[in-house]
């Protein structure tokens, strides 16, 4: 198993532009969300899904937006980029939801924008 | 007032030293505690869960006060591989079961 895949794992964006970040994971989870992590914050969760077709908001949801069409993928999009969006994005997944279920991390996509 | 909060040390403590994390969280609702361990520019990685009763893994042992709303991590014999930082982080089953993360303690242990 590859577990929790992301792509890309740089990327440079200039303010304005829009991109998707890809989150892939191969255990068959229900559940997977996106968080970023920034300086001082700790992780901070952008939006999460309980199963394909669902998804919800979390803490810091304005300027992205995700679907699942499939268990598999959760892709997060950021609409116009701003430099208050650089940040170290990782997305995780974890089995049915749980409160008390592990969450596997991927290796995370660190964004910049200028 | 946030979530979770944690002293972010940093802490440095020679090779077999006992070192002890504290965490506070601000929800009494909150319904899951866990220990995290995240290496430099890695991803976090589950290092324990924590259970009412306090529970240990090998050199590791974690409590848990819910009157008080503190956790607590203990790290016995400390080795070099231990350096990293230690995420506390609690759960939320009520509110679309989200994981609120504290912002970490860093561990450097040195020889």
């Known amino acids: 198993n590859a577990g929790v895949t992301q792509t890309p794992k740089f990327q440079v964006l200039k303010t304005g532009q829009s991109m998707t970040l890809q989150c892939a994971q191969d255990?068959?989870?229900?559940?997977m969300s996106w968080y970023r992590q920034d300086p001082g914050m700790g992780l901070r969760l952008i939006h999460y899904?309980?199963?394909?077709?669902?998804?919800d908001q979390g803490e810091v949801p304005n300027g992205y937006n995700v679907s699942r069409s499939t268990t598999e993928d959760f892709p997060l999009r950021l609409l116009s980029a701003a430099p208050s969006q650089t940040s170290v994005y990782f997305c995780?997944?974890?089995?049915?939801?749980?409160?008390?279920?592990?969450?596997?991390f991927g290796p995370g996509t660190r964004l910049t924008v200028l | 007032r946030k979530e979770v909060e944690q002293d972010p040390g940093p802490f440095n403590v020679p090779e077999g030293a006992t070192v002890a994390f504290n965490c506070t969280y601000s929800?009494?609702?909150?319904?899951?505690f866990f220990w995290y361990r995240q290496d430099c520019r890695k991803e976090p990685k589950l290092l324990m869960s924590v259970y009412s009763s306090g529970n240990e893994d090998g050199r590791f042992t974690a409590q848990l006060n819910r009157a008080s709303q503190y956790i607590s991590l203990l790290i016995r014999d400390s080795k070099l591989s231990d350096s990293a930082t230690y995420l506390c982080v609690v759960n939320r089953l009520y509110t679309g079961n989200q994981f609120y993360f504290g912002t970490g303690t860093s561990l450097t242990v040195i020889p």
């Open positions: 255990m068959n989870h229900e559940y």
């Open positions: 995780a997944s974890s089995y049915g939801g749980l409160s008390t279920d592990t969450q596997y």
């Open positions: 899904s309980v199963g394909a077709g669902i998804t």
């Open positions: 929800n009494s609702a909150s319904q899951s």
